[in-house]
Nanobody, 115 residues
């Protein structure tokens, strides 16, 4: 059974940093690209970062480019999102997934950027 567990969120001041982690299980992790998504209140879920199965291809939404860094550890079945220069508009619940391959979503981790 496919399972994603996101962690690392919290309350941070504008300009601060957080590192999100996602533990994946139930499939051969190293065979799949992964992405981080976020959903703010009243808004649609959007993809903020993508990483290919080997990590050789990475891309970001324009809104986070230069501030967020996605990475993965295939030996540990983990994907990470290092976030810096956080802004209030980054406030959202953050999820990891490959929704093309998997229909299940984890509970996400809440990131709140506020002074």
């Amino acid at each position: 059974q496919v399972h994603f567990v996101e962690s690392g969120g919290g309350l941070v001041q504008p300009g601060g940093s957080l590192r999100l982690s996602c533990a994946a299980s139930g499939f051969t992790f190293s065979n799949y690209a992964m992405s981080w998504y976020r959903q703010a209140p009243g808004k649609e879920r959007e993809r903020v970062a993508f990483i290919s199965s080997t990590g050789s291809v990475i891309n970001y939404a324009d809104s986070v480019k230069g501030r967020f860094t996605i990475s993965r550890d295939n030996a540990k079945n983990m994907v990470y999102l290092q976030m810096s220069g956080l802004k209030p508009e980054d406030t959202a619940i953050y999820y990891c997934n490959n929704p093309t391959a998997f229909g299940t979503w984890g509970q996400g981790t809440q990131v709140t950027v506020s002074s």
